[in-house]
């Protein structure tokens, strides 16, 4: 009998042991569970960022394109700055080498050889025989024009020599500041009549229109004077000096 109970106790003590344990392999598990839950919800957070990446990332790659686009637009403002100042400046430049040289041009702009600025003599000459050289020198700061032929005459003569028409140059002798042009008188001509001795030779300058200057200059000729008749004539002024003395 007394053995009965005790297996009976035993039975019971191992049942409740069998439960106890069984609930707490349920507790365990259930813990566990619970624990895997939190992981998962832990994990959610994580993965949120990614997900919200590209909705704030297209926000940022606004402002870096608004950033990029100010910094190019201001680049362009700084560009047209300096084309702009580059524009003025050579405008400035070409100004100034305009200006420069246009106030070299009227600087140096031949005017009209004149007594003012150039200098005359006169000279005979072995050949051709019965000839004289007129020589005029410029001796100003600015070149002249020596247009058509100058206008002579001897002692006080009323009429100017004539001038040999052939004789015209290819262009306006311009002479530079020193340098001279030329002219021959052919003072005798087989043909002429009217023997005169001239003492002095009357140089006037003519202007583009072969007009008159308005200013004579007064030259000696050579020795005790010099023969001439009706067959004298004059050259146009050329820049040779032989060229002067071909006619």
Request: glycine content about 10%.
């Amino acid at each position: 009998m007394s053995a009965r109970i005790a297996r009976s106790r035993t039975r019971l003590l191992l049942t409740a042991g069998t439960a106890a344990l069984a609930v707490f392999s349920l507790t365990a598990c259930g813990g566990s569970d619970e624990g895997v839950k939190t992981e998962g919800k832990a994990a959610a957070p994580l993965t949120s960022p990614a997900a919200d990446a590209g909705p704030r990332q297209a926000p940022a790659e606004s402002a870096e394109s608004a950033e990029s686009a100010e910094s190019r637009e201001a680049g362009g403002r700084e560009a047209g700055k300096r084309t702009n100042g580059g524009e003025q400046a050579d405008g400035a430049t070409s100004g100034t080498r305009k200006t420069a040289t246009g106030g070299s041009r009227t600087d140096t702009k031949p005017v009209t050889c004149t007594p003012r600025n150039t200098e005359v003599t006169v000279t005979e000459v072995s050949r051709p025989v019965n000839h004289l050289l007129l020589t005029a020198t410029n001796t100003g700061t600015k070149p002249c024009f020596a247009y058509v032929a100058p206008l002579l005459r001897f002692d006080e003569g009323h009429s100017a020599l004539p001038v040999v028409r052939d004789s015209v140059p290819q262009a306006v002798v311009t002479l530079e500041p020193g340098q001279s042009a030329y002219a021959g008188i052919g003072t005798y001509s087989p043909d002429g009549y009217e023997d005169s001795t001239a003492h002095s030779l009357g140089v006037l300058f003519a202007d583009r229109n072969g007009d008159s200057t308005g200013t004579e200059v007064k030259l000696p000729l050579p020795g005790k004077g010099i023969t001439f008749n009706s067959g004298a004539q004059v050259t146009y002024w050329q820049s040779d000096r032989a060229d002067a003395l071909t006619w």
